[in-house]
């Protein structure tokens, strides 16, 4: 039975081009029949990655059927991936964020979790020797979901192993790294079709902390002001996204690449609290604060949110 490889819901550049590359590993290095599939559509940034390579769009699924055969990539959450997930046969996990438990598997596996800003830069080193063998496509999925995950290295996430590795590809690609990261990021910036419920859930995790629930969404633009400007929507829509999602609260994250800061959304007094108690700031009766420095959900916003 083919291997379905895939990452979290709200796919990312990483959790595209992740299932792409391993199921390219395993099916004609490791000789296991896998197929790439994606837990939603992908976003802009990962639909300019998959054109620009000439990749195709992988399958969309929101169920796995039991007894099925896949390895998850890119998250160990299961609140990230379909609700049956442990009726699968999970074969693998590799991934490079906290463990969080919760998933069942039909016997032993690999695991693989390392402190690495990218799962694809666990991915090449899992493959060895035969990394050399990645056709350009899948090097170029490679280096864009190196870029995307470190923000072209300004992430504090960010390790020599990724650096290193996303300059090696891309002299090997022909590729300027400044230049093709600006195209990246333009592609992510454009969120102008997007619905503001859509805003709210394209880059999101669920995460509990002091009991209460949140939809930690992140937004990586070059243009905040684009994303801004609907500030006021965005908070209208906050109730009936977190209603609809079955959390408390929705949280989001406007991430300025270029000046390296975020600007979260006060809608309420929750959203208050947390601001202040998570990044020891003041918001006043303000609608909005601006968080120097802080760029990485995984990092600086997950590990610090309090109430």
């Not at 994606?38 to 039991?66: C, H, Q, S, Y």
């Not at 902390?209 to 992140?218: D, K, N």
Request: charged share 25%; net charge negative; aromatic share 4%.
């Amino acid at each position: 039975m083919t291997t379905l490889v895939f990452g979290h819901k709200s796919p990312d550049t990483d959790s595209t081009g992740s299932p792409i590359i391993w199921a390219w590993y395993l099916t004609e290095i490791a000789g296991t029949e896998a197929k790439p599939v994606l837990l939603g559509e992908p976003n802009t940034e990962a639909a300019f990655m998959l054109t620009r390579w000439g990749l195709e769009k992988p399958a969309i699924i929101d169920a796995v059927d039991e007894g099925q055969p896949v390895v998850i990539v890119d998250t160990n959450n299961p609140a990230e991936l379909p609700a049956n997930v442990n009726a699968a046969d999970i074969r693998a996990i590799i991934d490079h964020h906290r463990l969080v438990g919760g998933l069942e598997t039909k016997g032993p596996i690999d695991i693989t979790l390392r402190p690495l800003a990218c799962t694809a830069t666990i991915l090449h080193d899992l493959m060895g020797a035969d990394a050399t063998k990645m056709p350009e496509a899948i090097k170029g999925a490679m280096l864009s979901c190196i870029l995307s995950d470190t923000l072209e290295f300004r992430s504090p996430t960010t390790t020599d192993t990724d650096r290193d590795l996303a300059e090696a590809l891309a002299a090997e690609l022909g590729v300027d790294i400044p230049a093709y990261a600006a195209e990246l990021f333009a592609a992510k910036s454009d969120v102008t079709a997007f619905s503001d419920a859509e805003l709210l859930r394209m880059d999101s995790k669920e995460y509990e902390v002091g009991g209460v629930s949140f939809r930690v969404s992140v937004l990586e633009t070059t243009s905040p002001e684009t994303v801004l400007s609907r500030k006021d929507s965005l908070m209208a829509s906050m109730p009936a996204v977190a209603e609809q999602d079955g959390v408390d609260q929705v949280l989001l994250f406007v991430v300025d690449i270029l000046r390296e800061q975020s600007t979260m959304l006060i809608p309420n007094e929750l959203t208050r609290q947390v601001a202040e108690k998570s990044f020891a700031t003041v918001c006043g009766d303000a609608d909005m604060v601006v968080l120097p420095g802080v760029v990485s959900r995984k990092k600086q916003i997950i590990p610090n949110l309090a109430l």
